[in-house]
């Protein structure tokens, strides 16, 4: 088997797959969630919680209004995967809005 043959077969596969992943509902979705910024995700769409460490990093804006901070703060503690030091910075934008604990 040529060199040349090889190629064009991987080429066939890696198009098949784009054409999978880009062509169907699933693969959209996919591609949608994996090449978008979690710092522009709105504070009341279902995967938010991705949006809390850019915001405990000050890279995106903690809601303004107390219960929607409230919110984003429970949300936060509950479904997003924080670093110890994200812990205790939630917990210090908690006590800051007066969220109960």
């Known amino acids: ?9 991987a080429l066939v596969l890696v198009v098949a797959a784009f054409g999978v992943v880009a062509f169907t509902p699933p693969g959209r979705l996919a591609l949608h969630y994996l090449l978008r910024n979690p710092d522009t995700i ?8 991705a949006r809390c460490a850019g915001a405990l990093a000050g ?4 809601p303004d209004q107390k219960s929607n901070a409230c ?15 994200e812990h205790v910075r939630l917990e210090e934008i908690g006590r800051a809005a007066g969220c109960p604990p």
């Open 59 to 62: 890279r995106s804006k903690w």
């Open 71 to 85: 919110q984003a703060y429970s949300m936060c503690a509950n479904e997003a995967q924080l670093s110890r030091s």
């Open 42 to 49: 709105d504070w009341d769409d279902k995967g938010a919680f």
């Open 1 to 9: 088997m040529s060199v040349r043959r090889v190629m064009l077969g």
